[in-house]
């Protein structure tokens, strides 16, 4: 489906470890004076002073994670930071360096990785991350990315998932279940494109759900919103598995029930009319689809009036007593116990 | 060739992600009051106060970094950590931190990981080390272990790989080449029980170099003991891809050349003996052998004097100007430009 306009092909072989890291990483500054030192030794050095620091991980494998078939690979380097940034900033912190780890088997040329690194990059540029270290091999089959994001917390301004009270306000940034319908939309042009490879799919009314699932954006913006708001969430969580996931995980680790309001969940129109396309419920894309990569998280009543008039953020509920349990009030007002289904890796 | 004890088999999809964690690292316990959150949050939250900490990464994939047919998996998770914690010691640090990411095939039972993460728990509570995160997913094809390993540096204790000086004085620690004749023991055994799967090998004549392949130290002992001894090295790097490849770096990044002595390097009696019914040259194996994981180090010729009695420290060289370039000294006094031959991964 994309076309390999990338026709040099420079085996890896030519190049040692040592050589392709600096070839692949010479173009990222360093921009962070708590970066003492990067690349290029046994460890990176880091000092933040007197802030506390928050590290997270996430491995992202090919035909797990991904499908090279319609992922291009500056776009792939570009999520696979967003997908670990989305982790810092749901503590609430400000992310400052990653670490990248590559395995890839032979059939990648140079260009390929060259491209990885170029999305990279971007996010690295865009995001104001310093990239401080990693390690390069080979498979013996695909490709895999391993990230490890840091950022930095000033004083006690980190936020877990844990603190929710009952009376919270449920609040989440953006609009949910895009991506997933993107997701959908590739699948199904790549079963065409297996079929008739000289189509050429019109993907005018999917571009919004296209980029979302391709290009997601960490929603750093939220972490400075709220802080230029004077709010402190109660709790926060990224929504990576999908909303339902996510609510359970907060009412579990803050025990409290919760009461979320379907009419209140945040669809983008596009999200609406493909969902009706592919005779799917949006509700349910919403609840269980994932990879939205937006915040998630709880208020003190008192903080409302400062984030209503937001477009941003969208008020989907409230917290209540852990004994009320955890609910779905529908549109028609039934109440339906809500349950996790994101991640399924496992199932054989 | 070892010998499959575990005869239970649970599917991994089983249990779901979250469960799958909890359950792997329900018996890790956090040792250090840096930890503040550890597992079970987005992120999780370290306090170094003002003191530095150190980030290394390294990632470990099946049949290019092991081979589970003579690797025990318990033994596999343990060398993991080493692998990482080795790169912190090398920057003068104390490691205290660690995250583990691992993806599996289907054809790993539960057991399997267990016997992993058992491992990695040992290896945790030798070395002193709180599990603080990690991603547990599912792969295409075979295992792989990606960590992140964290550690601190009290006021300016770090060591990098560039200042050594000329006429600093070149140590390592321990003795080199066992971790390298040790695998040649074990692929060859591999090789005749290919032919023949009754054949009980006798590995007694082989077990310090075996031991040194499947289940090395990270020379956290080391570090410690230069600081009871009082001495600062001036430049310090771990040996992984061999003494030769560790001396260049060395060389390259603090702008000195080296002198070499052959009859210096630390040899275990064991890698000489297998060295001679295998026909390769001891030195060769020392040089570009790796995966020892001692420590190199140059330091100030007046600090001689403290580390001289030391039994785990030899001298095996000294620096010179870097016009004098990077020579092997022989043992019948010729030099030899010294070149690394170590990573060869992406050889086609």
């Known amino acids: 489906m994309i076309e390999d306009k990338n026709q040099q092909r420079t085996p890896l072989s030519e190049l040692g470890e040592f050589a392709l890291i600096e070839h692949l990483t010479k173009q990222f500054n360093i921009k962070h004076t708590s970066t003492v030192k990067g690349i290029g030794d046994d460890a990176a050095i880091l000092n933040f002073e007197d802030n506390k620091i928050v590290v997270t991980t996430d491995l992202l494998i090919e035909n797990v994670h991904f499908d090279l078939s319609y992922m291009p690979l500056k776009h792939l380097g570009y999520k696979a ?3 670990n940034l989305s982790d ?9 360096q990653i670490t990248v780890s590559v395995a890839v088997s032979n059939r990648f040329p140079l260009e390929a990785l060259e491209d990885l690194y170029a999305g990279i990059e971007t996010a690295a540029s865009l995001y104001n991350i ?12 695909g490709l895999l990315i391993s990230v490890t994001a840091i ?11 844990s603190g929710a009270k009952p009376n919270d306000l449920l609040v989440v940034s953006g609009d949910l279940g895009a991506a997933y319908m993107g997701l959908q939309v590739l699948e199904r042009e790549k079963e065409v494109y297996k079929v008739n490879p000289n189509n050429q799919p019109d993907l005018e009314p999917y571009t919004y759900i296209i980029e979302r699932q391709l290009k997601p954006e960490a929603r750093k913006d939220i972490v400075k919103l709220l802080k230029d708001l004077e709010v402190k969430p109660t709790s926060m969580i990224d929504i990576s598995d999908g909303l ?3 609510i359970l995980h907060i009412c579990r680790q803050s025990e409290v029930g919760c009461d979320l309001y ?3 969940i945040p669809l983008d129109p596009q999200v609406i009319t493909v969902c009706e396309e592919f005779n799917i419920d949006s509700t349910t894309v919403a609840l269980n689809g994932g990879e939205d990569y937006e915040l998630l998280f709880t208020i003190s009543p008192e903080d409302y009036p400062k984030i209503k008039a937001n477009p ?3 008020v989907i509920g409230h917290m209540v007593d852990n004994s009320m349990g955890v609910h779905l009030v529908t549109r028609v007002g039934s109440k339906i116990p809500l349950k996790a289904q994101g991640w399924k890796n496992f199932t054989s």
Chains 1, 2 share one sequence.
Do not use: F, H, P, W
């Open 151 to 161: 950022g930095e917390v000033d004083g006690n301004d980190e936020v877990y998932r």
């Open 130 to 141: 310093d990239l401080i270290g990693g390690d390069t091999t080979s498979s013996t089959t």
């Open 81 to 83: 930071i967003m997908v």
């Open 244 to 246: 339902s996931s996510e």
């Open 262 to 264: 379907e009419e209140k």
């Open 312 to 314: 941003s953020l969208t």
């Open 88 to 96: 810092v900033y749901a503590m609430n912190a400000t992310a400052t």
